[in-house]
């Protein structure tokens, strides 16, 4: 898999709001994604759509998500490298 990006998000009431960034991959083997390379390749409609997704979803669920903001492969890289070491921890 190849991160492409990172949406940056918070969820929760005003009282406990808690970071929810959502890593996005395309997956290595998928061709008809090849040439996606930086979550700016998605297009503006495709990442406003998969954004508003991610807040209907906590709607859902009687939360609230907020997007803070959108980073690239990089940021998503070093999110999962970051990630990857805290789990080894515990």
Not at 20 to 27: F, K, P, S, T
């Amino acid at each position: 898999m190849s991160g492409v990006g990172i949406i940056e998000g918070e969820q929760g009431n005003k009282k406990m709001r808690e970071r929810n960034d959502r890593v996005v991959a395309i997956e290595k083997a998928n061709h008809s994604f090849a040439d996606i390379k930086h979550i700016d390749d998605l297009g503006k409609q495709f990442l406003l759509e998969l954004e508003e997704f991610f807040v209907n979803y906590h709607q859902l669920s009687g939360e609230q998500y907020r997007v803070i903001g959108v980073k690239g492969p990089k940021e998503a890289r070093k999110r999962i490298k970051d990630g990857m070491r805290a789990a080894r921890r515990r």
